[in-house]
């Protein structure tokens, strides 16, 4: 049922009907599937972040465990995001799918080297980049001998949405960064390489939107379809966590969210911004994400008593 459906949404031709994707920005279609969550209010505002009283969270009657919060991130916070898996998540010594294509040499930053050459071949090509504990493709676990330091922005970003969730001990460890031009597609796969399941996984998506699948445990369920937007964020907790899903297609985004002005968000607690200001939004970002999709999937690895894969602190 999952393949079945997937190979229906990625189809060309004919193009899928598009009238059973829930879309959480209109109301009306998703009453009667969702319930809304209610968030915990932390004592203090995150930079790039609207107020939480002002998000919009759900949870899927027939996924349980799959939480919805429709992008909660002011325009700055895209920007700054974008800028963030452009630009710095794609230095060394994080890993790309390009180094093992000789296509980036050792003495540059595939960034950098685009910008340099303007070379269409060198900037397609980039489609994942893994951060923390690196996610190894092909055994699918995880060593104490492939990690680098975990973004600090990105593992505070992702604990205050734990915190809003309850989640009060959740760590930042592992991520992947997702890269998609508008003929990209991710196929049907389950998340399970963490040693500590309990802990949910989040994904924030930014730029061109997506049809995101989300099925059961095993490929016989039907699962069910959604858009996401640029600043959507799922949260893959309890009976969803270990779900299969997929993203069979990119869409062009109904709105450039990342783009308007919406200075009225402002919030004192700009230390962990990394000095990036609206001028470092340049053409060339903007340019790319014109035509892709970024996807930041983010998992604790380790029990939150834990310090290393192989060391329990007793
Ligand atoms: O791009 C997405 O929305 C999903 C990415 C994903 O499932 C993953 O990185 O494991
Ligand atoms: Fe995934």
Redesign the pocket.
Known sequence: MFKQDFKYYKSKKPPPDLSNVLDFNNSNLIIGKVRQIRCEIPNEELHGLKPVQQWHAYELLDNPGLIFIRNPFTSYGQRYWIIRCLRDYTKKPNKLNVDIHDIVPTTQDWWEMCQDNKNENIINKLR?ATLGYHHNWDTKIYSEDLKNTFPKDLAVLSKYFANVLGYKDFNAEAA?V?Y?HMDST?SG?T?HSEQYLEAPLF?F?FGQS?I?LLGGTTLDVKPTAMF?HSGDV?VMSKESRLCY???PKIITAPQSLWNSNDSKYVCKNENIMNGISDEDFSKPFETYIEHS?I?M?VRQVLKSSEQSLNNVIK
């Open positions: 994942w992947i997702n998609y991710l796969h998340d994904s998506s997506a995101f996401l799922v899903h997929g993203v999709r996807n999937n």
